[in-house]
């Protein structure tokens, strides 16, 4: 069975972006971003919440982008042609090879596991991630955590009252500073 993996930058202090919505204290380190390029070749299908998939429609034609380096270049080949399922109430119409969810987070997710396939059903962005979260769904938590308290600001952990218990199962630390941290959830 295909896995639900949540993966996200965090300040120490577990935010995803800051009191004022910016994020701006995660730009990743060469070892970093080589980190991302390594996952995102393990996800078949990318869920995603309206805010991210928004911020992640640059890299639908970052390609074109004479500026890019070559990691930049290499997330931006394998970003695109990845199926991504988008969750929104606002917008009707979505780019690339993203699709418009047809139904709730749930059965979203049992269907994509049910179907053939490679690959781990990533979900991106606080909001959608905190859902799954609340209805059990989350198999991995993946967590690039920066050395810097922002004080406030949209969570990466879902608010809830619910314990869940968690099993660390790979940490690096990278030159950065960054650390990071993989936790399969005990069940």
């Given at each position: 069975m295909?896995?639900?993996?949540?993966?996200?930058n965090?300040?120490?202090?577990?935010y995803?972006?800051?009191p004022?919505?910016?994020?701006d204290?995660?730009?990743p380190?060469?070892?970093?971003?080589r980190?991302?390029?390594?996952?995102?070749?393990?996800v078949?299908?990318?869920?995603?919440?309206r805010r991210?998939?928004?911020?992640m429609?640059?890299?639908?034609?970052?390609?074109q982008?004479?500026?890019?380096?070559?990691?930049?270049?290499?997330?931006?080949a394998?970003w695109?042609p990845?199926?991504?399922?988008?969750f929104?109430?606002?917008?009707?119409?979505?780019?690339?090879?993203?699709?418009?969810?047809?139904g709730?987070?749930?059965e979203?997710i049992?269907?994509?596991?049910?179907?053939?396939g490679e690959?781990?059903?990533?979900i991106?962005?606080?909001?959608?991630?905190g859902?799954?979260?609340?209805?059990?769904?989350?198999?991995?938590?993946?967590?690039?955590?920066y050395p810097?308290l922002v004080g406030?600001?949209f969570?990466?952990?879902?608010?809830?009252?619910?314990?869940?218990?968690l099993?660390?199962?790979?940490?690096?630390?990278?030159?950065?500073?960054?650390?990071?941290?993989?936790?399969?959830?005990?069940?």
């Amino acid at each position: 069975m295909r896995s639900v993996t949540y993966s996200m930058n965090v300040s120490l202090d577990g935010y995803i972006v800051g009191p004022d919505g910016d994020f701006d204290w995660t730009p990743p380190g060469e070892d970093v971003f080589r980190s991302w390029i390594d996952e995102i070749r393990q996800v078949g299908v990318h869920l995603l919440g309206r805010r991210l998939y928004e911020t992640m429609l640059y890299w639908e034609t970052a390609d074109q982008d004479p500026s890019l380096d070559d990691a930049m270049l290499e997330w931006a080949a394998l970003w695109k042609p990845l199926p991504k399922v988008m969750f929104s109430s606002t917008l009707s119409a979505v780019q690339g090879t993203a699709r418009l969810a047809s139904g709730g987070l749930a059965e979203e997710i049992e269907r994509l596991r049910a179907e053939p396939g490679e690959g781990d059903i990533a979900i991106g962005g606080a909001t959608l991630a905190g859902e799954a979260a609340a209805l059990g769904l989350i198999d991995e938590y993946r967590a690039r955590v920066y050395p810097v308290l922002v004080g406030g600001g949209f969570p990466f952990f879902p608010q809830r009252e619910r314990r869940v218990d968690l099993e660390l199962v790979e940490t690096r630390t990278f030159n950065s500073r960054v650390v990071y941290l993989r936790y399969c959830v005990v069940r």
